[in-house]
């Protein structure tokens, strides 16, 4: 496949940034949530912030992690990243697997659960904090992308 030059990386790198941050951003939204949802003793209040992470889940959670899976496969397959050359690619992908499942599937139905019992279950917490903790290694590893290239065999 054609590689891109330098400027239409940045622009496809700065694209994936966005949709990544957005999809943090989303998952520290779902986590404040559940926390005001949980010490709540006003259960219409209780109901609104399942209601809200649901309709999040069905819209910017979707949304965002299809630009971050779009981009970030642009980026593999036009860079010299490659899909399988670094070890940190092969891990993000990795944990963009756990994201795909925790954050659109997951959330989808863990606050549909919750928004129609109006009481959180341990799946959403133990998916939020999975979700949270997944994003901020995949951060780590795009910045300080441990592990260097493989060893190719010939």
């Known amino acids: 496949m054609n590689k891109i030059s330098m400027t239409q990386k940045k622009w496809l790198l700065l694209l994936h940034v966005i949709f990544s941050a957005i999809m943090l951003g989303g998952a520290v939204i779902f986590l404040v ?5 949980t ?5 219409g209040l209780t109901q ?17 992690t299809i630009g971050t899976l779009v981009t970030g496969l642009l980026l593999s397959a036009w860079t010299h990243w490659g899909f399988l050359r670094y070890h940190w690619v092969i891990a993000k992908e990795v944990l963009s697997v756990l994201a795909i499942l925790l954050g659109p599937v997951g959330m989808y139905v863990w606050t ?10 341990a799946l959403l917490w133990c998916g939020i904090i ?3 903790l997944s994003l901020a290694a995949i951060f780590f590893l795009s ?3 441990p592990g260097g290239k493989r060893a190719m065999r010939k």
Request: hydrophobic share 40%; proline share 0%.
């Open 33 to 37: 949530l559940s926390i005001v949802a």
């Open 39 to 43: 010490t709540s003793q006003d259960s």
């Open 48 to 64: 609104s912030c399942y209601t809200v992470m649901h309709a999040l889940s069905k819209t910017s959670v979707r949304a965002s």
């Open 112 to 121: 549909f659960g919750a928004a129609a019992s109006g009481q959180s279950s």
């Open 130 to 132: 999975l979700q949270i």
């Open 143 to 145: 910045v300080f992308k």
